[in-house]
């Protein structure tokens, strides 16, 4: 049933339309952004002499919650819109962005994003923001998770593109005020109002006129960016705006990074605080009276296959079934007749498993009760488009490495020789630091933080590696997109920033190791 949408050209826009997401809470992003400014932080420092200089040969920067925003990667370097000398709409065969090289950081430890906006810790949140951004404008990294000592030898980036959705929604308004306070001319691309834009294009080219349909996170959902922006592109686009339905789809970009609060071994799960759906649960409640819509695959759950009051999911399949049936539930008891022609895949996990969301979406279009009644029939059409925003943020940062002139061409060379990726771990040194037993923050820790304890190194940014990808994520990362694997691998081989790995920590390219 996959449907995969591929726009040919998405104008540029303004990289932030500061009305359209949540406001930050000034106070206290500006006085961190103050504290680094002025240079009286040791732990995080942003590199501003680098920036007086030319800046064309510096790499492009990524962050992401977690590993989800290597789907953004992956259209990057995937794309092929543009000729590559002329700059014109239009491919040449040519990857857009051949000669280039990126830095990307997957802030796993504090992930998922998306739970700070229910936790009541959106000032917290920005400031993880803010430190990923000061982390790719600034040189210190760790070379390990036990290592003593931080390296400062990493090049800062001459651009940056936010993978989060989460991220965007609440922090693109932080970010460009740090860079224009920090004086920096660094270009940065969100990903919400893109997406947005898509979905609008698609159903005026597409002629699919209908509601849209938005999987995310619960955090972006809270937010409310992607109603509003879709709001707006409707207005821009001179149609009436659809309707819009959210699912705040809790546990699901947890589970597929193999978050033990949400997925985990049978054998270790009376150990872990589950903080999935469940039956009488507040954030997610699953129905007993929806069994059929779910329709749980019995080797995804834990528990009394016959007592759904016992019942933890325990697969990706699983959340995915669970978080379809409640978006198309919720749908059908709002009154809405529109049917769902459009579903924006609003966070960057959600693309690795676009199939099984359609596949799911498809089956609940079929779903027949006992009595015959085919409650969902009429609403979502067969064949739904599907958005995923990676492939039009891709776009967007090429025209806007153009327009600035920032774009390395044919006689330019970049500081890098090969692409490179960190992930955050646990600061297991850092005094009252609490873990659970494989070794991630506890819930309680992870969401009762405060912000403004600016002396606190809470994790460490380490080169991606074996020792910190497991063998799920490595397996999804190699199987679903080869061309990331491979980087991946000449990272740990090549670069100077891993020359301390083990052999036994580093990637082979494909391989499945």
Not at 12 to 37: C, H, W
Not at 300 to 320: F, Q, T
Not at 327 to 342: A, C, F, K, V
Request: glycine content about 8%; aromatic content about 8%.
């Amino acid at each position: 049933m996959k449907k995969h949408l591929t726009l040919l050209f998405v104008p540029i826009l303004a990289l932030a339309v500061f009305s359209t997401y949540a406001k930050p809470a000034q106070n206290e992003a500006s006085s961190f952004v103050e504290i680094v400014g002025q240079g009286k932080s040791d732990l995080f420092k942003v590199s501003f002499d680098r920036y007086k200089a030319e800046m064309k040969d510096l790499p492009i920067g990524i962050f992401d919650s977690g590993i989800g925003g290597l789907t953004v990667l992956e259209a990057i370097l995937q794309l092929d819109a543009f000729n590559n000398v002329t700059h014109e709409v239009g491919p040449d065969g040519r990857p857009d962005f051949e000669d280039e090289r990126f830095i990307y950081l997957g802030d796993q430890a504090n992930m998922p994003y998306g739970n700070y906006p229910s936790e009541q810790k959106t000032d917290f949140l920005r400031e993880l923001i803010i430190k990923d951004l000061i982390f790719l404008l600034g040189g210190r990294y760790w070379a390990s998770a036990t290592g003593q000592l931080p390296r400062n030898d990493k090049p800062p980036v001459k651009a940056i593109a936010i993978a989060c959705n989460t991220a965007t929604a609440y922090g693109l308004e932080s970010i460009h005020a740090a860079l224009k306070q920090w004086r920096l001319p660094v270009q940065v691309v969100g990903i919400v109002d893109v997406g947005a834009g898509g979905a609008i294009q698609s159903i005026t080219e597409q002629n699919k006129r209908g509601a849209v349909a938005v999987l995310a996170t619960v955090g972006t959902c809270r937010s409310e960016g992607y109603i509003r922006a879709i709001a707006q592109k409707a207005s821009e686009a001179s149609i009436t705006p659809p309707a819009v339905i959210q699912q705040g789809c809790l546990g699901l970009a947890g589970a597929i990074e193999g978050d033990p609060s949400y997925i985990s071994l049978a054998d270790v799960a009376k150990a872990v605080d589950y903080r999935g759906p469940e039956v009488g649960g507040q954030a997610a409640p699953i129905d007993p009276g929806l069994i059929g819509q779910y329709g749980f695959e019995a080797e995804g759950l834990l528990g009394d296959v016959d007592r759904p009051a016992s019942w933890r999911l325990n697969s990706v399949k699983n959340y995915i079934r669970y978080h379809t049936a409640s978006l198309m539930e919720s749908y059908r008891n709002s009154g809405n007749s529109q049917p769902i022609s459009t579903v924006i895949l609003a966070c960057t996990h959600f693309p690795f498993y676009e199939d099984e969301i359609a596949e799911s979406l498809e089956r609940l279009r079929d779903f027949r009760k006992a009595d015959g009644e085919e409650p969902y029939k009429h609403l979502i059409i067969e064949n739904p488009s599907f958005i995923d925003p990676a492939d039009l943020a891709a776009r967007q940062l090429y025209e806007t490495l153009t327009g600035s002139g920032l774009l390395i061409g044919e006689n330019d060379q970049s500081v890098l020789s090969v692409d490179e990726f960190y992930i955050s771990v646990p600061n297991t040194t850092l005094a009252g630091v609490k873990l659970t037993a494989t070794g991630e923050f506890t819930y309680e820790y992870k969401y009762g933080r405060n912000p403004r304890r600016f002396e606190c190194e809470y994790v460490k940014r380490v080169p991606m590696s074996s020792l910190n990808l497991s063998h799920a994520v490595r397996e999804t990362i190699r199987t679903k997109m080869p061309v990331i694997w491979n980087r991946l691998a000449a990272f740990t081989q090549e670069s100077p920033r891993t020359r301390d790995l083990p052999d036994s920590a580093r990637i082979e390219a494909g391989a499945s190791n």
